[in-house]
Nanobody
Framework: QVQLVESGGGLVQPGGSLRLSCAAS????????MGWYRQAPGKQRELVAR???????NYSDSVKGRFTISRDNAKKTVYLQMSSLKPEDTAVYSC???????????????WGQGTQVTVSS
């Protein structure tokens, strides 16, 4: 089994910062892309940022310049450093990993359980 466990969410004031972490565990041969998505109440889930195994990153326009995604391949962990947070960043943030469980497995997508980020004064 593969598990993705997120941590680091919480309540923060506008302009503040938070760092999210997501650690993958279980039977994993190789992780390709890892990413963060978010879903606000009444809205569809949207991509926040993603990073390839080689370190290539993509960001949504709404977070460019404020959020930074990074990963530690040895620890199978992806991070999201969020700065200059705005109330509109309030959402449940979920981690995603596309990976191979074994050398002969197909590429599969796994999700974490989500962590709440609330930006409010």
């Amino acid at each position: 089994q593969v598990q993705l466990v997120e941590s680091g969410g919480g309540l923060v004031q506008p302009g503040g910062s938070l760092r999210l972490s997501c650690a993958a565990s279980g039977t994993i041969f190789r992780i390709n892309t890892m990413g963060w998505y978010r879903q606000a109440p009444g809205k569809q889930r949207e991509l926040v940022a993603r990073i390839s195994s080689g370190g290539t990153t993509n960001y949504s326009d709404s977070v460019k310049g404020r959020f930074t995604i990074s990963r530690d391949n040895a620890k199978k962990t992806v991070y999201l450093q969020m700065s200059s947070l705005k109330p509109e960043d309030t959402a449940v943030y979920s981690c995603n990993a596309n990976l191979y469980r074994t050398t002969y497995d197909a590429l599969r997508s796994f999700w974490g359980q989500g962590t709440q980020v609330t930006v409010s004064s």
